[in-house]
């Protein structure tokens, strides 16, 4: 074996492995919605807001599979808007938060338009120690704004 064959090890070098760049993401996940300049690609708190919203669609009862899934605010929408009526949304939106086990609900205020019910609430997503205010208005004419 030559000289240049016993070195050709210290002549080789192998370039480091680049990083992936959602590798430091905890959720991953993908929403057919709004494709815009973000791409349909989600992750973490974004794809949880998402998730969220994906279950404020859905009627209670919709789901084939799970008649609980869903909220009853869509049958609310042309309901007198009572106090009882309020606790029951506000109950709702506590069990659908819930529900997802990334998130929590602080603070919940159920209040009408002219044309739908309004929900504001504060969410701590978990993982992230983070807070943030999410504004749902149900429309009767258009649905989820």
């Known amino acids: ?6 070195n050709l090890y210290k002549r080789i070098s192998v370039p480091p492995k680049q990083q992936d760049a959602v590798k430091g ?10 494709g815009g300049s973000k791409g349909f690609a989600r992750y973490d708190f974004e794809l949880i807001k998402q998730d969220l919203i994906n279950h404020f669609h859905i009627r209670q ?3 084939l599979s799970d008649p609980s899934f869903g909220t009853i605010i869509w049958d609310m929408l042309f309901e007198p808007f ?8 506000i109950e709702d939106v506590t069990t659908i938060v819930n529900y997802d086990p990334r998130c929590s ?23 992230y120690n983070i807070s943030e205010q999410l504004r ?9 704004l």
């Open 82 to 89: 009572t106090s009882d009526v309020q606790e029951a949304i």
């Open 25 to 34: 993401r905890a959720y991953r996940g993908f929403s057919t919605v709004d």
């Open 61 to 63: 009862g919709e789901k």
């Open 136 to 144: 749902f208005k149900f429309d009767q004419a258009n649905g989820l």
């Open 105 to 127: 609900v602080n603070e919940i205020i159920v209040d009408t338009y002219e044309k739908g019910i309004t929900v504001e609430c504060t969410i701590v997503f978990l993982p």
């Open 1 to 6: 074996m030559s000289e240049l064959e016993k």
